[in-house]
C-alpha cells in the first residue's frame, strides 16, 4: 500500500518561507515522479513542482525563481522549499506521486497560508 505523508505547512507572512516534505512508503520510490499541487479556495488543482526519477525539473511560472523542489531517494522523501511567499500562494497543498506504469497516489494535503 503506497502511502504519502505530507508535512510543514502552515501560516507565514507575505515574504516568508516554508519547507514542505513528504514521505512515500510502500514501493519503490526512486523510479517515480513527485510532484507538488495545490489548490485554493474556489480554483482548480494546478501543477506547481514536479522532479522526475533522473532529476528532470519543471515549475509553473507563477513560482519560478521563488520555489525549489527536490528528492531524497534514501530518504523516499521529496521537499518544496517554498520563499518569498505571496498570499496568492495560499493554498493547500498535495504531494503527487506517478510510477512509469501509471500508478498514481495523492498525499492528504497541508495547508499553507500566507497573510499580507
Known amino acids: 500500500q503506497v502511502r504519502l505523508v505530507e508535512s510543514g505547512g502552515g501560516l507565514v507572512q507575505a515574504g516568508g518561507s516554508l519547507r514542505l516534505s513528504c514521505a512515500r512508503s510502500?514501493?519503490?520510490?526512486?523510479?517515480?515522479?513527485m510532484g507538488w499541487y495545490r489548490q485554493a479556495p474556489g480554483k482548480q488543482r494546478e501543477l506547481v513542482a514536479a522532479i522526475t526519477s533522473g532529476g528532470s525539473i519543471y515549475y509553473a511560472d507563477s513560482v519560478k525563481d521563488r520555489f525549489t523542489i527536490s528528492r531524497d531517494n534514501a530518504k523516499n522523501t521529496v521537499y518544496l522549499q517554498m520563499n518569498s511567499l505571496k498570499p496568492e500562494d495560499t493554498a493547500v497543498y498535495y504531494c503527487?506521486?506517478?510510477?512509469?506504469?501509471?500508478?498514481?497516489?495523492w498525499g492528504q494535503g497541508t495547508q499553507v497560508t500566507v497573510s499580507s
Open positions: 510502500g514501493s519503490i520510490f526512486s523510479s517515480n515522479t
Open positions: 503527487n506521486s506517478k510510477s512509469p506504469m501509471g500508478s498514481e497516489y
